[in-house]
Every structure is written in C-alpha cells, then in structure tokens.
Nanobody, 118 residues
C-alpha cells in the first residue's frame, strides 16, 4: 500500500491550499483516512480524519478553517485549508489504515510541506 500526497507549497497568511492523497495497492477496506502535521520541533498531531462510517474529526485549532473530504471507498482524501495562519506551517502527512493483501495495515505518505509566510 502506498499513499501519494500533493498540493503543498508556500502561501501568504489568509490564503488557501488544497492537499490531496490517494492510496494505491491491493486494499480490501479502509478504516480511516486523514491528515496529520508536524511543525519544526513539535510532535506530529492530528489535523482531520474520516473514519469509515463514523463522524469526521478535526483538531480544535483548524475547526472552521479546514475541511476534509473524500471517500474512503475511493481511497482518496482531500484537505481544503482556508484562512491559513503562520502557525499552520508544517509537513502534512496523509495517513490510512485498513485491510490489504498482507493483512491489517497503517501507512503514512511521504509528507508535503505547507509554509504560511509573508
């Protein structure tokens, strides 16, 4: 199973970016797909996650500004980020867990850098 991310970059405060993540490989079912981020010197933290058949979860720091969407049955998830702030600067990682050809899995994407700066 591989996760391929795209959409990071440099944006000014108040701007927007959209991240995409697609899972490939032999996947029978997905339990959840979502996004985490890691800022310099900080631990990786949850941003937003879509659990299959359950309620979407957001970090308090992004509620009202970020929107996660997608379809776990299509193995694709997006993160629309609006009203970006300098403190949103981080490497954003896609995460997916489920059942694949080799059994239960949890994988991370390679990460995409989001920089919010003037």
């Amino acid at each position: 199973v591989q996760l391929v991310e795209s959409g990071g970059g440099l944006v000014q405060p108040g701007g927007s970016l959209r991240l995409s993540c697609t899972a490939s490989g032999t996947i029978f079912s997905i339990r959840h797909m979502g996004w985490y981020r890691q800022a310099p010197g900080k631990q990786r933290e949850l941003v937003a996650v879509i659990p299959t058949g359950n309620t979407i979860q957001y970090a308090d720091s992004v509620k009202g500004r970020f929107t996660i969407s997608g379809d776990t049955s299509e193995k694709t998830v997006y993160l629309q980020m609006n009203s970006l702030k300098p403190e949103d600067t981080a490497v954003y990682y896609c995460n997916a867990a489920g059942l694949g050809f080799e059994g239960q899995f949890e994988h991370w994407g390679q990460g995409t850098l989001v920089t919010v700066s003037e």
